[in-house]
């Protein structure tokens, strides 16, 4: 059983930025695929973005590229998700989830872990 353990949110300003981490406490996260999910209230839940640990090879859906930057640290078995350039409408509890590979669509049942998130919120 891989444990995931999200930290980092908090409540930022709009413009604002956040870091938020995956941790694997007791595992290695090497064979696997590091997706960072969102789910805002009343909504459904989306991918966000995934790294691949092996080769941190990257996808981003089109509403976060150019603002958040996902990177990994294999030594720390972390996961991290730079934020920037908050809005609003990224309010939402975001977590991370473990998968064999990064899938194209960010489907969410390739994905077997899932961490319990963090949650964000942007406001003034």
């Known amino acids: 059983q891989l444990q995931l353990v999200e930290s980092g949110g908090g409540l930022v300003q709009p413009g604002g930025s956040l870091r938020l981490s995956c941790e694997a406490p007791?595992?290695?996260?090497?064979?696997?695929?590091i997706g960072w999910f969102r789910q805002a209230p009343g909504k459904e839940r989306e991918g966000v973005s995934c790294i691949r640990m092996s080769t941190g090879s990257a996808n981003y859906a089109d509403f976060v590229k150019g603002r958040f930057t996902i990177s990994r640290d294999n030594a720390k078995n972390t996961v991290y998700l730079q934020m920037n350039s908050l809005e609003p409408e990224d309010t939402a509890v975001y977590s991370c989830?473990?998968?064999?590979?990064?899938?194209?669509?960010?489907?969410?049942?390739?994905?077997?872990?899932w961490g319990q998130g963090t949650q964000v919120t942007v406001s003034s």
């Open positions: 007791r595992s290695t996260l090497d064979p696997y695929a």
């Open positions: 989830a473990a998968a064999y590979y990064c899938p194209t669509s960010m489907a969410q049942d390739e994905y077997f872990y």
